[in-house]
Structure formats: structure tokens, C-alpha cells
Nanobody
Framework: QVQLVESGGGLVQAGGSLRLSCAPSGRTFSSYVMGWFRQAPGKEREFVAGISWSGGVTSYADSVKGRFTISRINAKNTVYLQMNSLKPEDAAVYYC????????????????WGQGTQVTVSS
């Protein structure tokens, strides 16, 4: 059994911050590309951020660049998404994903997906 479990979602005021965590279980994902995607009601799932297996390379969607930071601690088998200066348009279900190969922004890169964690931003 392999699973990705997101946590850290919740309600935050605009301009505030949240830190999401993704803690895979069933196996180690230290050698995998990790990514965050999000999906708002009525919209398609969109790429948010990605990180290489080493953590040395990161990639961000233009909409979150400069506000969000993806990081990972492989010894803990955990990936994080620090979200600062949150805006109402950031409200969505955020999904953690793990992949063996591919480009960060392409959903087909990822082999495993979490169930998602809800982020709500009030104005």
C-alpha cells in the first residue's frame, strides 16, 4: 500500500500564511520528483510547484511565484508547501503528487496522488 497524505489546510485570512505538508506512507519517495497541484471549484487542476529529488531544483507557477515555497526533507520523507501572502484566488483543494520522471508542470509526470487538503482564504 502506497499513499500520499496532505495536511495543513484550513481557513486563513487574505495576506496570511499556511504551511502544507505531504507525508507519503508505504514507501520512501526520497528519489522522486514531488509536486503540488490545486483545483478550485469549476476549474481544472493546475500546477502549483515542483521540486527535484535532491531539492536542488524548484519550479513554480507564475501565479504563486514569489509567494509560495516548496521544500523537502528526504530524511523525513516529507515535502512542504509554504504559502505566504495568500489571496482569495488561492482557495482550492491542494494535492500532493510524486513522480518518477518527467517535467514538473505535467500531471502525467506523477504516479501517486494524495486525497487533497482544503485551503480557504477569506477576504
Amino acid at each position: 500500500q502506497v499513499q500520499l497524505v496532505e495536511s495543513g489546510g484550513g481557513l486563513v485570512q487574505a495576506g496570511g500564511s499556511l504551511r502544507l505538508s505531504c507525508a507519503p506512507s508505504g514507501r520512501t519517495f526520497s528519489s522522486y520528483v514531488m509536486g503540488w497541484f490545486r483545483q478550485a471549484p469549476g476549474k481544472e487542476r493546475e500546477f502549483v510547484a515542483g521540486i527535484s529529488w535532491s531539492g536542488g531544483v524548484t519550479s513554480y507557477a507564475d501565479s504563486v511565484k514569489g509567494r509560495f515555497t516548496i521544500s523537502r526533507i528526504n530524511a523525513k520523507n516529507t515535502v512542504y508547501l509554504q504559502m505566504n501572502s495568500l489571496k482569495p484566488e488561492d482557495a482550492a483543494v491542494y494535492y500532493c503528487a510524486a513522480g518518477s520522471a518527467g517535467t514538473y508542470y505535467n500531471p502525467t509526470t506523477y504516479d501517486y496522488w494524495g486525497q487533497g487538503t482544503q485551503v480557504t482564504v477569506s477576504s
